[in-house]
């Protein structure tokens, strides 16, 4: 009982700080402004961690390498203490992989959340003061669907078969990442 405790408040702790890492990545590599309250918040929660490590670490064609690398090393740290305090010795490459695949998969979640936001504050209250940003994160994904389905009767499907489409690649991601556990 107390290793079950103790996996889950490894995995929500390290998971919480994962998200935000790999937000930060998505916001900058997206463009999404971070003068928002999301991205104040993400800002808050990840600079003492990116700072320091960014002196070393440049980008590299826009993209914020550094995030990504962060959220790397703390989800391979996280699979290895869930896996420490259960009694397995993972190996390196196991950890090193299945982190790789997490990452995908969390990258996925935050798509999915975006998604479902935008899609409830079009139909609530399009102008809210955060739609923009969930708008600017879902549409490079959105825009390549919207070319092959117009609106039907002025509704959009493309969300749904974004969303469908996202749940289809989770999928593939688990399996994918049960083949990486096992290296």
């Known amino acids: 009982m107390f290793a079950q405790i103790g996996v889950y408040l490894v995995e929500a702790v390290f998971g919480f700080f994962v998200f935000m890492l790999l937000t930060r990545f998505h916001f900058q590599w997206l463009r999404v402004s971070f003068r928002n309250q999301v991205g104040e918040f993400v800002l808050a929660t990840t600079n003492a961690m990116v700072m320091p490590v960014r002196r070393f670490?440049?980008?590299?064609?826009?993209?914020?390498?550094?995030?990504?690398?962060?959220?790397?090393?703390?989800?391979m740290l996280s699979i290895w203490l869930q896996a420490t305090i259960l009694g397995g010795d993972p190996e390196a490459l196991a950890l090193a992989a299945v982190a790789a695949v997490d990452l995908l998969r969390y990258s996925l979640y935050i798509l999915v959340f975006a998604l479902i936001v935008q899609f409830i504050l079009s139909w609530v209250n399009p102008y809210a003061p955060l739609a923009p940003v969930f708008d600017t994160i879902v549409r490079p994904f959105l825009r390549p669907i919207r070319r092959f389905v117009p609106p039907i009767a002025n509704i959009?499907?493309?969300?749904?078969?974004?969303?469908?489409?996202?749940?289809?690649?989770?999928l593939l991601v688990g399996a994918l990442r049960m083949s990486a556990a096992t290296l």
């Open 156 to 170: 959009d499907l493309s969300p749904a078969i974004l969303f469908i489409i996202v749940q289809v690649v989770l």
């Open 57 to 75: 670490i440049p980008g590299l064609a826009g993209l914020d390498l550094t995030t990504l690398l962060l959220a790397w090393l703390l989800q």
